[in-house]
C-alpha cells in the first residue's frame, strides 16, 4: 500500500489489517505516561488542508507525532497556494522539500487521485483527507474500528447512513468499507438529497427513518452541509429536522444495542439533538479517540514497510 | 506471508533439542531464574529485594515465559507476574523488510516500575531484537533492573548485549537458521538447525 486514496476497491484484507493494527496500538498505548513509538523517525509527513477542518488534521497530527514523524502543516491561507500557486506545483514542491507522505484535504472531487497521479516516481504517499463529495477514507476506517469495538462484527450487521448522503463522502466512503466488510447498509434521505445513480449502490434506499430504526445495529447521522448546498433540497432546516433527525423518540426505537455515529463536526438540534449527541448510545467522542488509533495505523502500514523500487 | 511449516522433516535439517531436552532445559533455566533472583527465599526482603517479572517477546518468547512462571511456581510456590512485550514498533529494520503484523503487548497489572524484568526470547542472535525491547521497556515503565532469559544462544552478536540465563548455547554459521517449536504455537516442542537459511 502507498496511497490511500479511497475505499471503493480497498482490498478487506488491507482494511481488516489495518484495524487490527489500530486494535493493538489502541490496547499498547493504554494507560501510558509516554505515548510515543519511535517507529517513524526519520519520515516527514505534510498535511496539506484546502478546507476547514478540526478533528482530521489534529488526529492525523497527533497520529504522526506519537509515530514519531515529522508532522508539518500546511493550509491553503498561509502558503503559495494563496498566491495562485496550482495543487500539483504545491505538491511536487512539498515532495521535492522532502515528504514521504502527503495528507490532502481538498474541496474538488478526485484531487488526492490526481495528487497521487503527479507525484508518480517520486517516493511521496497520498492520503486523501477528503475530496469534495468522493471520499475520506480514514473516517470509515474509524466508523468501522468503533462499530467493531461496540458491536464485535461488522459481517450482517445492519446499518444505516441517515441524511445528506449526497454531499457526504463520508457516506461514500462508509458505503464502500462496510459493505465490503459484509455489512448491509441503508441509506435514509429525503430523495433530493440522494446522488443520481445511487440504484447501482451495494445498498438499500429507504425515505422512512421510523420505519427502518427497529432493524438496525448502527446509525450513522450525517451533517446537513450547508456549505455545499446551493438550491433547495428540503423545505426549512426544521422540517428536515423533524422528518430525519435523530431525537429521544426515535432513540428509543432503536434496539437496545444499537449504537449512534455521527462523524462531526455536529449539527445539535439539526440532525442530530443534544440528548441523543450525550447519551451513552452515542460513540462520538470513541470515534475521535479511535480516530487517531486508525490514522496511526494509515500510516505505519504506509511508511513503515518496505520501500518499494520506484 | 504464508507461515511456514516449523520442524518439518528435511535431511538439510538436525535436531539440536528433542522435546525432553526442551523441557528438562526450561526447568533448569526456572531454577537459575529462582536462585539468581531469590524468588521465594526465606531471608527478610532486604532493601535490595525487587519484585520479579517475566516479559516474553512474541512471539515464541510469550509462551516460554508463561511456562517459566509456571515452573517458578512449582519450584519456589512463588507466582511471578508475567506479560508479553512486543517490539516490531522498536525494530531497526522496518524499512529493509515487508510490512509485519503487530503482535500484542500485555504488562502485568502492576506495572514494571522498579521491578525485575526478566525479558524472555526463543534465539539470542544480532541482539537487535533485545535492544529493540529495552527501547520498548523505557516506555512501559522504569524498571529497576532488566535480565535476558533466551532458550538458545547461536552467537553472532552486532550489539553488547549478553543473556543472563541461556539454555543452550549452539554454535552456528550466518547461513544456517535456528528453529524453535512450541507446542503452544507449533504444536510440538524441538529446536532444529537448518543448514541453509532459505531465503
Known amino acids: ?310 | 506471508m504464508a507461515p511456514r511449516v516449523r520442524g518439518a522433516t528435511d535431511p538439510a535439517e538436525r535436531e539440536l533439542l528433542s522435546a525432553g531436552d526442551v523441557a528438562r532445559t526450561i526447568a533448569r533455566m526456572a531454577h537459575q531464574i529462582i536462585e539468581k533472583t531469590s524468588i521465594g527465599g526465606d531471608d527478610v526482603p532486604g532493601p535490595d529485594a525487587r519484585p520479579v517479572v517475566l516479559l516474553g517477546i512474541p512471539s515464541r518468547g510469550a509462551p516460554l515465559a508463561r511456562r517459566l512462571v509456571e515452573l517458578i511456581a512449582e519450584f519456589s510456590g512463588v507466582r511471578v507476574p508475567v506479560g508479553a512485550l512486543d517490539i516490531t514498533l522498536y525494530r531497526d529494520d522496518l524499512r529493509r523488510r515487508p510490512n509485519r503484523p503487530l503482535e500484542s503487548t500485555t504488562l502485568p497489572p502492576g506495572g514494571i516500575d522498579d521491578c525485575l524484568v526478566v525479558l524472555v526470547d526463543d534465539v539470542l542472535f544480532s541482539g537487535r531484537t533485545i535492544r529493540a525491547a529495552l527501547d520498548a521497556l523505557r516506555d512501559a515503565g522504569r524498571p529497576a533492573a532488566v535480565q535476558l532469559a533466551v532458550l538458545v544462544d547461536r552467537g553472532h552478536r552486532e550489539l553488547p548485549i549478553r543473556a543472563d540465563y541461556v539454555g543452550k548455547n549452539v554454535p552456528t554459521s550466518r547461513t544456517e537458521e535456528v528453529q524453535v517449536c512450541l507446542t503452544e504455537l507449533d504444536g510440538r516442542d524441538g529446536v532444529y538447525l537448518r543448514r541453509e537459511a532459505d531465503q
Open chain 1, 1 to 310: 500500500m502507498k496511497h490511500l486514496l479511497s475505499t471503493d476497491g480497498l482490498d478487506p484484507a488491507q482494511a481488516v489489517a489495518v484495524l487490527d493494527t489500530a486494535d493493538t496500538l489502541k490496547r499498547t498505548l493504554l494507560g501510558r505516561e509516554v505515548r510515543k513509538l519511535p517507529t517513524l523517525r526519520g519520515r516527514t509527513v505534510v498535511t496539506m488542508f484546502y478546507e476547514n477542518s478540526t478533528r482530521t488534521r489534529v488526529s492525523f497530527e497527533v497520529a504522526g507525532k506519537w509515530m514519531s514523524a515529522d508532522v508539518i502543516n500546511v493550509s491553503a491561507g498561509g502558503s503559495s497556494v494563496g498566491k495562485g500557486e496550482s495543487l500539483r506545483d504545491t505538491a511536487l514542491t512539498l515532495s521535492a522539500a522532502g515528504a514521504d507522505l502527503v495528507i490532502v484535504r481538498h474541496p474538488a472531487s478526485g484531487a488526492a487521485h490526481r495528487l497521487a497521479g503527479w507525484l508518480e516516481g517520486t517516493g511521496t504517499g497520498v492520503v486523501n483527507a477528503g475530496d469534495g463529495m468522493h471520499e475520506h477514507p480514514t473516517q470509515a476506517l474509524l466508523d468501522a474500528a468503533t462499530l467493531r469495538e461496540r458491536l464485535g462484527t461488522i459481517a450482517g450487521r445492519r446499518i444505516a447512513i441517515v441524511g445528506d448522503v449526497l454531499h457526504s463522502r463520508v457516506a461514500r466512503s462508509n458505503v464502500h468499507l462496510l459493505t465490503a466488510l459484509g455489512a448491509e447498509v441503508v441509506l435514509v434521505a429525503p430523495p433530493t438529497l440522494l446522488p443520481t445513480g445511487v440504484e447501482s449502490w451495494p445498498v438499500a434506499v429507504s425515505h422512512e427513518l421510523d420505519a427502518e430504526l427497529p432493524a438496525l445495529d448502527a446509525v450513522m447521522m450525517l451533517r446537513v452541509q450547508a456549505e455545499r448546498m446551493h438550491g433547495g433540497f428540503f423545505p426549512s432546516a426544521r422540517e428536515y429536522s423533524i422528518a430525519y433527525g435523530l431525537n429521544e423518540r426515535r432513540l428509543s426505537l432503536l434496539p437496545e444495542h444499537a449504537v449512534v455515529l455521527h462523524p462531526g463536526p455536529m449539527l445539535r438540534g439539526m440532525e442530530i439533538s443534544a440528548f441523543v449527541a450525550d447519551s451513552p448510545r452515542a460513540a462520538i467522542t470513541e470515534q475521535v479517540r479511535n480516530g487517531v488509533h486508525v490514522r496511526m495505523a494509515v500510516l505505519y502500514h504506509l511508511l513503515a514497510g518496505e520501500e518499494e523500487a520506484a
